[in-house]
């Protein structure tokens, strides 16, 4: 707390995962002794550099770039890059340090990254993107490669962000390698990566509500955040499996569909015309609109699946959810449960699933897209799939059997965070503490 008091998501993040492990260390108290649970929440290297571009009007503009390799015992540095006003060292902090149990649980050989900037995408131009991009990449260059440090994206890097990039790494290195994931099909691309996250994600659900509940997400009603890259495709998901999601938002407030979302609007707004979601009530009757993002909370469901962002859903959000019935609250998004509405939903016995177990889809389909770079190859839609949905069904067993190991059944919190933690820690025992 000393060294990182004004980084309050970090030490949220730090402090779940440590209360977690206060089981494993009583069990084995050398992870104390040797140092590991010291070491496993500093990152060994954060870097902050300025990013300067020229806007449309010819004027310089100064944003901050970071990069926070957490964690490399048991993989090169995995993570995706942020683009949002939000972005500090705080947040950097945090998303690196889950990043690390997260890609821990996928069992492919990732370590664990995060970075990205302050700079807000939102009403830029294409130039103005593309001479960002390329800027934040000059720098950033210095720092990564194919078998350092392998970033995606996240929020406000798509496709797009992740095109210039990668054009401006090959231009400056004169290699063409997978240094970046999320690329687009013609340039070395994984199949099945943009759906993979909102995929993962209902995979996870389900076999959780399977072996839990002995329950389907067939024919429930279903609320989801947010409108980006993983509330589409958690959408797609979930309405192929039988569910009828009512619900959407972006940072300015949410849609309601008493029909179900029709996605191909959604998609036509949000993927082609880059829009706002209030959009969609002017193209489909029956849904209304309602200023601010909060109030999404207030829909009932039987399954509430946050996909926007951190710590939107806090302890009010999280009793009304539970006083509508809510039944399974699945974390697509990074953190988006405070610690106060994770006891709510723990205490209240619905199965919760943590999002570095649930959304660990998006960084496993991004490991198969290393494999397919590395062997210069690419799989069909349906094996990357495939093999995506089994690694999220893996990673509900993996963390649903240490938690029975723990004494705590059911508490996939405490599951995930100690299955992601002995591999890092192990990895980390047998390298030495200089490491
Ligand atoms: P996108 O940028 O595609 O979408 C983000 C969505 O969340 C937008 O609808 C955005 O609305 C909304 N949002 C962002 N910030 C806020 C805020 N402060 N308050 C309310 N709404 C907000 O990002 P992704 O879909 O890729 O990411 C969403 C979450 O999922 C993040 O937490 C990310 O870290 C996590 N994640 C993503 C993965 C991926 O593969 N993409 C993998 C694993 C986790 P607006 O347009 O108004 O900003």
Redesign the pocket.
């Known amino acids: 707390v000393k060294r990182n008091g004004n980084e309050p998501e970090f030490l949220q993040a730090v402090g779940e995962v440590l209360m977690s492990l206060e089981p494993v260390v009583e069990k084995d108290p050398s992870y104390e002794t040797n140092g590991v649970i010291d070491r496993i929440v500093e990152p060994e290297r954060m870097i902050q550099f300025r990013v300067s571009w020229v806007d449309d009007n010819g004027k310089v503009q100064v944003n901050r770039g970071f990069r926070c390799q957490f964690n490399s015992a048991i993989g090169p540095y995995k993570g ?1 890059l ?1 683009l ?1 006003p ?1 972005v500090c060292a705080s947040v950097i902090k945090f ?1 690196g340090f889950e990043q690390t149990f997260k890609n821990s649980l996928t069992t492919l050989p990732m370590g664990g990254g995060k970075g990205g900037s302050d700079f807000d995408p ?1 009403g830029k131009s294409d130039n103005e993107i593309m001479r960002f991009c390329q800027s934040f990449m000059t720098e950033l260059s210095k720092h990564i490669g194919a078998d350092t440090d392998v970033p ?5 890097t ?1 496709a797009r962000e992740i095109g210039y990039m990668f054009g401006q790494y090959k231009r400056l290195r004169n290699e063409f390698t997978g240094v970046l994931t999320g690329k687009g099909l013609s340039y070395g691309g994984s199949l099945a990566r943009t759906e ?2 909102g995929y993962g994600l209902l995979y996870f659900t389900e076999e959780m509500m399977s072996c839990m509940k002995n329950d389907s997400v067939k024919g429930k009603t279903v609320v989801v ?7 589409i495709y958690a959408t797609e998901k979930a309405q192929a499996l039988g569910a009828k999601v009512v619900a959407l ?4 407030g949410y849609i309601y569909d008493p029909n179900g979302i029709k996605l191909d609007v959604v998609k036509q707004i949000k993927e082609v015309e880059r829009g ?2 209030k959009e969609y009530v002017n193209r489909v009757e029956g849904a209304t609109y309602t200023e601010g ?1 909060k109030g999404i909370w207030t829909i009932k469901c039987d399954i509430a699946l946050p ?4 710590n ?1 859903i806090d302890g009010e959000s999280a009793e009304i959810l539970l006083k509508n019935g809510v039944q399974v609250v699945a974390e ?3 953190m ?1 449960s405070t610690p106060e509405a994770i006891d709510k939903f723990l205490a209240a016995g619905i199965l919760f699933g943590p ?1 570095k177990a649930a ?1 660990a889809g ?2 496993a389909t991004s490991g198969l897209e290393m494999s397919q770079n590395s062997e210069r190859l690419s799989w069909t839609f349906e094996e990357v799939d495939a093999k995506l949905k089994q690694i999220m069904i893996n990673i509900f067993h993996n963390a649903y059997d240490r938690s029975k190991e723990y004494d705590v059944e059911g508490n996939l919190v405490v599951g995930a965070n100690i299955a992601g933690f002995l591999k890092v820690a192990d990895a980390m025992k047998w390298q030495g503490v200089a490491y």
């Open positions: 995706g942020r949002h939000s998303l939102k995606a994206g996240d929020i406000g798509g993979a996250t955040s947010g409108s980006g890259n993983v509330a938002s972006d940072s300015n706002r979601i993002c996909c926007a962002t951190q939107e697509g998004a990074n988006p999002a959304n998006g960084v």
